[in-house]
């Protein structure tokens, strides 16, 4: 999966320029970049032939506070650019006179978020790639167009790579490369803990950035997983009104009893319980709001939408983090979701779908044969 990627960190390093495209977003203009500091006339030239696109000097937001913009000058350890003072030191390149108008009137120093969880754009993801290649928050990048201003795409793009030998890496390898790779979600403690189904190990998760802590639940005192098993693994959303309050609504806890039941019969395997995910992600209050709109006759995907909200806003993103870290290769997924398996299949993940098992009543009925024939579910309904 990461291979690519490990190429690209490869010529980065060795001073080659490297392409980005944003495979999810085709408004997003594909570019060529490295890290700032191995900028040289002969890039520029280059970058100058063969785009018409925008050429900028492009900062993380951590590191603009190290930029001096009254000065004209920047301060980078390796010395980067001097908009003034050529004779400094500290100038390793000074690429005002080769091309790049540092005037912030004409934005050509922009800053981003590097926010790549967040947002795998372009320019996010290049500063992230030049990060991990043991650089600064700050790239020279190029927009990649053509004589006629028209973005290079597809095919167009992969002929420019292939002819200038140049390795292209999507921002979408980027984001999965950082959750795989950089530390992430963190284990906070772990403990045993008996439970109706039998003694489970119980390990805390934190996202260091949102704050919330997730719970995975795995058969027996094992910390993680090792080579060779194929555990079965769970990946469910919290759900206040059936697992604490024992709503019928739904089949939430149904599925939770079950998975923690087949977990420790099976001997190896995880439910990852995900916090923050309330009512498919929308938060208690809109949940129960929906629910007071489907005692009006609204079905669980219009009572989301005339509320205004996505019918789904979950993000499995922290699972995958925890899910590797808990070093799973290939696994059984628990899951009726078309959506949750497909979302770990782009990170590269290895698994077989087995289709839960849940009870009908008077109270779920519609809502999970709604489930199963308009959002594509795979249940099995019996008792
Ligand atoms: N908005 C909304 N959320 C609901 C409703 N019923 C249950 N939920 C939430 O749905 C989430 C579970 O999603 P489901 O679609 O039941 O199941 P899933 O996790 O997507 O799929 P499985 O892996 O098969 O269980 C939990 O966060 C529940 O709080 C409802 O009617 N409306």
Redesign the pocket.
């Known amino acids: 999966m990461s291979n690519n990627i490990e190429l690209a960190l490869h010529e980065i390093k060795n001073n080659k320029m490297i392409i980005i495209a944003n495979n999810a977003n085709e408004s997003d203009i594909p570019a060529i970049f490295c890290p700032a500091n191995f900028i040289d006339v002969g890039k520029i030239d280059f970058c100058k032939k063969y785009s018409s696109g925008e050429l900028y000097l492009l900062i993380s937001q951590a590191f603009l506070t190290k930029f001096d913009e009254k000065s004209r000058c920047s301060i980078l350890n390796n010395g980067l650019v001097s908009y003034k003072n050529k004779s400094s030191n500290d100038v390793y390149c000074d690429i005002k006179d080769a091309v790049v108008d540092f005037n912030a009137d004409k934005a050509s120093i922009k800053a981003s978020q590097t926010d790549i969880l967040k947002l795998p754009d372009v320019q996010n993801s290049c500063l992230e790639i030049v990060q991990f290649a043991g650089f600064e928050g700050a790239a020279v990048i190029c927009e990649l167009m053509d004589e006629n201003g028209k973005m290079l795409r597809g095919d167009g793009l992969m002929e420019f790579a292939k002819k200038h030998g140049i390795c292209v890496v999507s921002t979408d390898e980027i984001k999965r490369y950082k959750i795989a790779n950089v530390p992430f979600i963190q284990r906070t403690a772990s403990t045993n803990l008996p439970t109706d189904f039998g003694t489970m190990q119980m390990h805390v998760y934190q996202n260091p950035i949102t704050k919330i802590e997730h719970i995975v639940m795995m058969s027996n005192s094992e910390n993680r997983f090792t080579k060779g098993q194929k555990p079965l693994i769970r990946?469910?959303?919290?759900?206040i009104?059936s697992e604490v309050f024992f709503s019928k609504?739904?089949?939430?806890k149904q599925?939770l009893s079950n998975s923690m039941k087949k977990v420790i019969e099976s001997g190896c395997g995880a439910v990852i319980y995900l916090r923050g995910?309330?009512?498919?992600g929308?938060g208690i209050t809109n949940?129960i709001r929906?629910?007071s709109l489907?005692e009006e006759g609204f079905n669980?995907i219009d009572?989301?939408k005339k509320l205004g909200l996505p019918v789904d806003a979950r993000d499995f993103t922290d699972a995958v983090s925890i899910l590797y870290d808990l070093q799973v290769e290939k696994f059984n997924l628990y899951?009726?979701?078309p959506n949750?398996g497909k979302f770990l299949n782009e990170y590269g993940f290895s698994f077989d779908i087995i289709s839960?098992q849940v009870e009908l009543n008077e109270h779920n009925n519609r809502?999970l044969h709604d489930?199963v024939e308009k959002m594509g579910?795979g249940?099995v309904f019996g008792n």
């Open positions: 990946v469910h959303s919290e759900c009104t609504k739904c089949d939430c599925q995910q309330e009512g498919r929308i949940k929906a629910y489907q669980t009572a989301n899951t009726g979701n949750k839960p809502y489930k579910h249940l």
